[in-house]
Antibody, heavy 117, light 110 residues
Framework: EVQLVESGGDLVQPGGSLRLSCAAS????????MSWVRQAPGKGLEWVAN????????NYVDSAKGRFTISRDNAKNSVYLQMNSLRVEDTALYYC??????????WGQGTLVTVSS | QSALTQPPSASGSPGQSVTISCTGT?????????VSWYQQHPGKAPKLMIY???KRPSGVPDRFSGSKSGNTASLTVSGLQAEDEADYYC??????????FGGGTKLTVL
């Protein structure tokens, strides 16, 4: 059974940093691109970043460029999102998702990031 | 990276059909067949319902179907059931390694 479990969400002040983790199981992790998608409270979904199977290619939404870094450790079956210079508007539930067939076919339950003073 | 446009709400009675539209541009929906649809129940993670515009993942009922014409994609739910009441989001590849989602449509089963 495919499982994705996010962790690392917390309350942080504007300008602060946070590192999110996503532990994967139930599939060959290194065979898949992985994504982070966020959802602000009461709002819709927003793609944040994705990373190639071997970690060699990383893509970001414009608002995350220069502040967020996606990475992965295939030996640990994990993907990460390092978030720096956090803003109030980054407050959201952050989902980890597995990519397949140009879509996201498995999602975790999310980890909540709150940016507030 | 503008969001795709969806109607905020849609509704239908049990057994009826309802179609949700998703409008983009020639740079996203119109340019690629990488349109997908997601169902999200309150407090739950999104679930993939349609990919490659028309394809259903294993386990998704054939009451759900997708289509595309020009810059607009559509999700049709036939034979509405109470458990279909949820939020639905479209998504498309937008070129230059970018992805966009729609704002979401709340489907109510009357």
């Amino acid at each position: 059974e495919v499982q994705l479990v996010e962790s690392g969400g917390d309350l942080v002040q504007p300008g602060g940093s946070l590192r999110l983790s996503c532990a994967a199981s139930g599939f060959t992790f290194s065979d898949y691109w992985m994504s982070w998608v966020r959802q602000a409270p009461g709002k819709g979904l927003e793609w944040v970043a994705n990373i190639r199977r071997d970690g060699s290619t990383k893509n970001y939404v414009d608002s995350a460029k220069g502040r967020f870094t996606i990475s992965r450790d295939n030996a640990k079956n994990s993907v990460y999102l390092q978030m720096n210079s956090l803003r109030v508007e980054d407050t959201a539930l952050y989902y980890c998702a597995r990519e397949d067939n140009w879509s996201r076919n498995y999602w975790g339950q999310g980890t909540l990031v709150t940016v507030s003073s | 990276q503008s969001a795709l446009t969806q109607p905020p709400s849609a509704s239908g009675s049990p057994g009826q059909s309802v179609t949700i539209s998703c409008t983009g541009t020639s740079s996203d929906i119109g340019g690629y067949d990488y349109v997908s649809w997601y169902q999200q129940h309150p407090g739950k993670a999104p679930k993939l319902m349609i990919y490659y515009v028309t394809k259903r993942p294993s386990g998704v009922p054939d009451r759900f179907s997708g289509s595309k014409s020009g810059n607009t994609a559509s999700l049709t739910v036939s034979g509405l059931q109470a458990e279909d009441e949820a939020d639905y989001y479209c998504s498309s590849f937008a070129g230059s390694a970018n992805w966009v989602f729609g704002g979401g449509t709340k489907l109510t089963v009357l």
